[in-house]
């Protein structure tokens, strides 16, 4: 700022420091309000549901979880049936933990064997034999 010498120039300053002043206060406001409105916990939740829903990967985690646990949840049913032995049960918890953390971890090669063993279920067309059309040579 340059050197004030008269009443004139120092009412002209304070004038535009007051227009400052008030512009920067319009703009703390509007950030107030902006930052309170994302604090209501109805817009914590649905931003944070919208980072998780943006999140790379997500489908492939859910499939490889829900692998996990449905292999876990069939290895304690096989273990256990409808037995209430205390012991039969704490075993198939125990190997419930065991399987479903394995498959967690390794859900690709499962895929992988998966549809091999469809491969193998699936039937394969007989291939038309060209013997009789000469054209093709």
Do not use: W
Not at 46 to 52: A, H, L, R
Not at 91 to 114: D, F, P, S
């Amino acid at each position: 700022m340059q050197k004030i010498t008269t009443a004139a120039e120092l009412k002209t300053a304070i004038k535009e420091l007051e227009a400052i002043q008030a512009n920067e206060l319009s703009l703390i406001k509007g950030d107030f309000l902006h930052i309170c409105d994302s604090l209501q916990p109805v817009n914590l939740l649905k931003n944070s549901f919208k980072s998780i829903i943006a999140s790379p990967g997500l489908k492939d985690n859910i499939i490889d979880t829900s692998i996990g646990l449905a292999a876990g949840l069939l290895s304690k049913a096989i273990i256990i049936g409808t037995s209430h032995n205390p012991i039969k049960k704490l075993l198939g918890t125990v190997l419930q933990a065991g399987v479903t953390n394995t498959t967690a971890k390794h859900t690709e090669t499962i895929k992988m064997l998966a549809g091999k063993v469809a491969n193998l279920f699936r039937k394969k067309k007989p291939e038309k034999t060209t013997a009789g059309n000469l054209s093709e040579y």
